[in-house]
Structure formats: C-alpha cells, structure tokens
C-alpha cells in the first residue's frame, strides 16, 4: 500500500545529522525518500563536513523538496539533532544516524502502530537489523510490560539506539539532547522522556544499523569509555529515586567494566585490573567469576590460572 502526501504539513520529519560522510548519507537519505508512506520531510544537518556532503545532498533537494540541508559549524550531533528539530514541521520526529538506512516500510509501519494507539505523544520504538559486511544478524527489542519499571526498561533491558526511535515533536519541544554529553546521550534523553510519557514498541524490523568500522562510539576506546562512565553517573543522579538499588548498581558497574577494558586495550594494566574489582565489588551476578579471572589475566598474572581458565 502506497500512501500519498495530501496534507500540508508532513507528518514524519527524518532528522539526520551528519559529518564528513557524504557516500554513506547520501545512501541514508535514498532509503528515507524509498520509504512507501510519503508524507514526510527529510532534513540533513551538516555539522561542519569539510568533505563532499554538501554538492552531493543538494543534488538531492534539486530533485525532491521534502529533503532539506542545513550547514552548521561543526557543534557534535547532538546540538546537530537538536537543530534538526527546531527546524522541524512534522508531528513526529524521527532520527537517522547518517550511516544507517531505512526499510522501505518503515514509517509506514510506524504510522499504523502510532494509529492504533491510545495516545500519540510517546516514544515509538521499532526493532531492527545489524550489518556488519556481509553479516546480517536482528536487533530485537523486549516489549514493555504494563507495570513495569520504564526506567529499568530503556536504561537497562533495551539499550534502543537513536535510528530506531520516532518521538512526538510535542515531547522533544520539552525534552532535548543534551549537547554536554558525547556517548550515551540518546539513553539519557529517553530516560528523561519516559519518566512522563509512554514508550511504544513496532514490532517490525525496519531499521538498518550498518557497522562500517568507523561509528563514533566504540567502547574499547579510552575516551568515550569515560564518557559513558560520567553519563551513566549523570543519569544515576537524576533518577536515584526512580530506580532500584540493584539496577542502579548494575549500571554502574558495567560502566566500570568497560573503562576496564578500555584501559587494558591502551596496555594500562593496573587501572584496567582496578576498575574490574570496582566493578565485581559493585555488583555481583552470575558473571562475577568470569570477570574476576579477566582481571587476573589483565594483570599478567593468567599463569596462575588452571589451564582451562587460560587464554588460548
């Protein structure tokens, strides 16, 4: 079924932030205008690209005036998100990182799910695929269950990356990105919206989350493996009252156990076995004993161990 545009104003607007991958977001913004349902606006912001993003995306507007480009000095992606929908015209606002892609069917669906709903002013959330190469493997979500800790839910059990999101532009007039915060701030801002409004699942696949080797946050680098320490104490802070002291402590510690691994890919040994015994001392679950022979061979120390603990 093909849906044609009749009203004024679009009903989807796709903000896509990007910077210096003009192949790649040129790609994003063709599987936006394949999309089946074409009520919608596509709206590209260039935060400060010094490659060929900008000719290649207007070539694009010359032929389809849904897409939009904005040029920026170079502010990370989420002021870029936040501007994306300051500019916005449409009654929901989805995103789409610049080297992901979307099903042709994706608002389509999205449009079916936010009409069979009781309310329209939630975060909508669908499931989707990642494509590593020629590996295609599903991102399934949980659905959330009446009653249950929403928090707990979107901070710990469904880790629901930015794609994969459509929101009220009603809610996102309120709550923004917070543009202090450069890994994990997309956790944040949902865990600040769902405090207040209701989260929704589409149970379609319909999002592609392609890993090209070079996405910003990769855990195993030492800076952005403090980032997400220092954002997941930010969120702590804030919903200390709303979370359980268990959930609260898990996070913390697998914050902690990835500046672990973080330390140990930078051959710093000594912190990396540091933050693993603040992790396991933190929190202890079935994957203690695991951790804890990981920061003995973090340490140099794996000859101690039995020989099937031994890394091969």
């Given amino acids: ?125 669908v499931n989707g695929k990642l494509k590593a190469g020629e590996k295609t493997t599903q991102i399934t979500f949980p659905k959330h269950i009446a009653g249950e800790n929403t928090l707990e839910y979107v901070l710990l059990k469904a880790i629901i990356p930015t794609s994969f999101v459509c929101i009220s532009k009603s809610i996102l007039q309120e709550h923004q990105f917070n543009i202090e915060l450069y890994v994990g701030e997309d956790r944040e801002l949902w865990s600040r919206i769902v405090a207040n409004h209701p989260i929704v699942l589409s149970n379609q696949f319909t999002v592609v989350q392609n890993d090209l080797g070079d996405r910003t946050v990769d855990v195993l680098n030492l800076k952005t493996a403090n980032e997400n320490l220092l954002t997941t104490q930010l969120i702590l802070k804030r919903v200390k009252a709303e979370l359980p002291q268990a959930s609260q402590k898990k996070m913390l510690s697998a914050a902690y156990f990835k500046l672990a691994q973080s330390y140990l890919a930078n051959q710093q040994r000594l912190q990396a076995v540091l933050f693993i015994f603040r992790a396991v001392l933190l929190y202890r679950d079935k994957y203690t004993p695991s951790l804890l022979i990981f920061a003995i061979q973090a340490a140099g120390l794996g000859f101690l161990l039995p020989s099937r603990f031994k890394q091969t």
């Fill in 1 to 125: 079924m093909v849906e044609t545009m009749t009203e004024t104003q679009p009903l989807f607007s796709v903000v896509i932030p990007t910077y210096n991958r003009s192949n790649a977001v040129v790609k994003a913004v063709k599987s936006v205008l394949a999309q089946t349902y074409t009520n919608f606006e596509v709206i590209v912001v260039d935060d400060g690209s010094t490659d060929d993003t900008s000719s290649e995306i207007e070539k694009l507007t010359r032929n389809d005036n849904r897409v939009i480009y904005v040029f920026q000095e170079n502010q990370e992606r989420s002021a870029s998100r936040n501007n994306g929908v300051a500019l916005a015209k449409g009654a929901f606002i989805c995103f789409l990182d610049s080297d992901d892609l979307y099903e042709p069917d994706h608002l389509f669906l999205l449009k079916k799910t936010i009409d069979q709903g009781e309310e329209t002013a939630a975060l909508y959330h």
